[in-house]
């Protein structure tokens, strides 16, 4: 797929190569920018929060928002894909869906052999710790869902990001 300013007929092969380097090195200096910016604001959250007396703990969870890559863990995948249902307001997820939203969040699957029987074996172990909770839909099908509150989320944090950020976190 071509990058969409490149889609000009008035645009040669050479001009759009040329015109995608330099939005690339835009965008990086941009990602630079805000990467930096990033750090500062960690930085002034740390200093603060012992200034102001906050719980170690707290401060640690604002200052990996954001951070948290895809678990490599099966089990923990499985824990993250329930949480991050939970925090978008998906309604409760079959063991396909799951296997759905861990594969589009970014999990590889390439060493199961089975992994619907993977985890669903997983997502029994969840319901017996009482971290999820099931429900039969419409269908008949099972469903899960995340118990309390999602911890992807600082307590009292709001899970809304802002327009400009929405496509940044949705894939």
Known sequence: MLYAPFVDDDLTFPKALSKAKSDLAAAVAERDDWNAKIVQLKQSIRILGELCHEDPDDVEKWVSVGEASAPTGLTSG?????????????KPLTIPDV?????KRG?????????????????????????????????????????????LLPEGATPELPDR????FDK
């Open 78 to 90: 499985t824990r993250y894909a329930f949480q991050y249902a939970k925090l978008k307001n998906m």
């Open 99 to 103: 296997k759905e939203l861990m594969s």
């Open 107 to 151: 999990f590889d699957f390439g060493s199961q052999a089975n992994p619907i029987a993977s985890l669903t074996t997983i997502v029994r172990r969840l319901k017996l710790a009482d971290e999820i909770e099931e429900f039969t839909r419409g269908d008949g099908k099972r469903a899960y869902a995340w118990k309390g509150e999602s911890p």
């Open 165 to 168: 950020l929405k496509s940044r």
